[in-house]
């Protein structure tokens, strides 16, 4: 279970006048991947529209049920997509990190929004209003075919978490898991960065804390990961992936 607030219902219209905070804060548009081939008539617009939010560790971003008011992009910091049960448990979906935006699939649809949105750090978002960014996504080439992709990324990334999921050995679950987080590097090995942490990763996969720990920490015996930091360098991936066939 995630660290969900005590409260994951929308909070009171009263509190929301003063969080999250408001930041004046200049950002370069085109660093954010979705917005990079936007025209400069089009930066010039969402750069009037945009709001900077920042919000504290364990804030919630976004809250299950919520309309879907705009599109929102990840600047700085860590988040988690949640999904709260109707009896409070909260069930860990994915994580996001900076230049990830999230929120489309209620404003394209029109509807409220699926899951709730979490600060694992704090983080700097960036709120861009519905009718801005629905306009771009009918209007600017860039923006509607990198949003395609995306959306089928997605779609992908779901059906592998879903299988990932259905496999009944925890710790190939775990070392499944990781194995999808990984980004290839040019001299074969590959790293994750900003790793979840174990918590995070049990909550996400189903696990305990410390079965997670211990996995990872037979890995980093094995010479197949090494830790740094919040970063985790896997030093032998085809090792990696023999083991979430094998384990």
Known sequence: MSDLPDNPSPPDPAALQEEPR???????????PLLSGLSDEEVLKVKQ?????????????LHKGGSGDGLLFLLAGSLQVIDVTEDGRAIGLRMLQPGDFFGEIALINNSTRSASVVAMSEVLVAFLPAPTALHLFSHSPSVANQMLRHLAQKIQRDSEFRALLSINNTVKRIYTYIALLQQKNPDGTAKVENLP???????????????VTRALL???QQGIVQKDSHKLIILNPEALQKLTQSA
């Open 22 to 32: 408001q930041q004046n804060i200049h950002i370069h548009l085109r660093r954010i």
């Open 49 to 61: 529209d945009i709001r900077i939010r920042q919000y504290a560790k364990r804030d919630v971003v």
């Open 197 to 211: 942490t174990h918590q995070d990763i049990a909550n996400m996969i189903n696990t305990s804390r410390e079965t």
């Open 218 to 220: 037979t890995l980093q």
